[in-house]
């Protein structure tokens, strides 16, 4: 074997060493863990729609191959909704159509909006961010009403 040779593995089993002894000491003695799957923790693991306010909701929406939770939400005219979005697998889009909403769905991470629909009618949310066979089915919408009391969900449980 080279003399180089011999340098470079030696160099590489150190590094290798390193990196190793890093991460334990990240783990053991700065108590650092690995991000655990946001979907299971409160509230993405409970309820999806809350009520903060006369007119304002906070929606927790799951992304997860291929389908969002929920699917469907109706709503009152004049809601601003604070929305919260995370993926269950992998990375998902989320973007609502005639509202400024384009979102990335991330393992691990929460993205925030807020919006607010002013207009009656059906707003469509679908995926834009190709995640695999049936990424085109994908959606859901919001159906904006007169005179809804009971402010509803509808979509597959987690
Ligand atoms: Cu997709």
Not at 77 to 94: A, E, N, R
Not at 121 to 142: P, Q, S, V
Request: charged share 20%; aromatic share 10%; with cysteine.
């Amino acid at each position: 074997m080279d003399k180089s040779e011999k340098l470079a593995l030696t160099l590489s089993g150190m590094l290798l060493v390193l990196f190793f002894g890093a991460i334990m000491y990240a783990s053991v003695a700065q108590n650092i863990e690995v991000p655990t799957c946001i979907t299971d923790m409160e509230p993405f693991a409970t309820d999806t729609l809350f009520q903060t306010g006369p007119d304002t909701y906070e929606l927790q929406m799951v992304s997860r191959m291929w389908a969002f939770q929920p699917s469907t939400v109706r709503l009152p005219v004049g809601s601003t909704v604070d929305l919260y979005v995370t993926s269950q697998d992998i990375i998902h889009g989320f973007k609502v159509d005639r509202k400024n909403i384009n979102l990335m769905a991330i393992p691990g991470a929460i993205n925030y909006m807020r919006v607010t629909f002013n207009e009656p009618g059906e707003y469509l949310y679908a995926c834009h961010e190709f995640c695999g066979a049936a990424h085109h089915t994908m959606a859901g919408r919001f159906i904006i009403e007169e005179g809804i009391d009971e402010p509803e969900v509808e979509g597959d449980a987690l």
